[in-house]
């Protein structure tokens, strides 16, 4: 039996900002696996490459592994994403200063993301 929350009651969660209606290019957007044995879940946290190039996007996963993807490998690993995160897991956080730390020359705003984590 399937039991699905409607939009007032997933919007009622303290840890979701609003939906993300299915669209995998939301900064933010929570990313639902769809073969665990591959990938956990993850968050897309931001725009990588483009102008001029297939727009790859940064995703880390739940357990803080960092990973760049295109939209069609995003709608291959995750399911359509329902909703966006008001905030990163500790283990996203780490993930991004690591890349930070290492020099990453990444479209993302790091400091953005992570300003207000602890």
Do not use: C
């Not at 957007?29 to 990938?39: E, F, H, I, V």
């Not at 483009?50 to 880390?60: F, H």
């Not at 996963?61 to 329902?82: C, E, M, V, Y």
């Not at 290492?102 to 602890?118: F, H, T």
């Amino acid at each position: 039996m399937s039991v699905k929350a409607t939009e007032a009651e997933l919007l009622s969660v303290p840890w979701i900002e609003r939906l993300a209606h299915g669209d995998y290019t939301v900064e933010m957007a929570s990313l639902p696996t769809r073969d665990g044995r591959n990938m956990g879940n993850a968050v897309q946290v931001g725009l990588v490459s483009g102008e001029g190039e297939t727009p790859r996007y940064l995703v880390i996963s739940d357990a803080g592994n960092p990973l760049t993807a295109t939209l069609k490998q995003l709608k291959a690993a995750f399911h359509p994403p329902i909703v966006v995160l008001k905030d990163l897991l500790p283990a996203h956080v780490a993930a991004l200063r690591t890349l930070k730390r290492k020099g990453e020359n990444l479209k993302v705003d790091i400091e953005k993301l992570v300003e207000k984590m602890p």
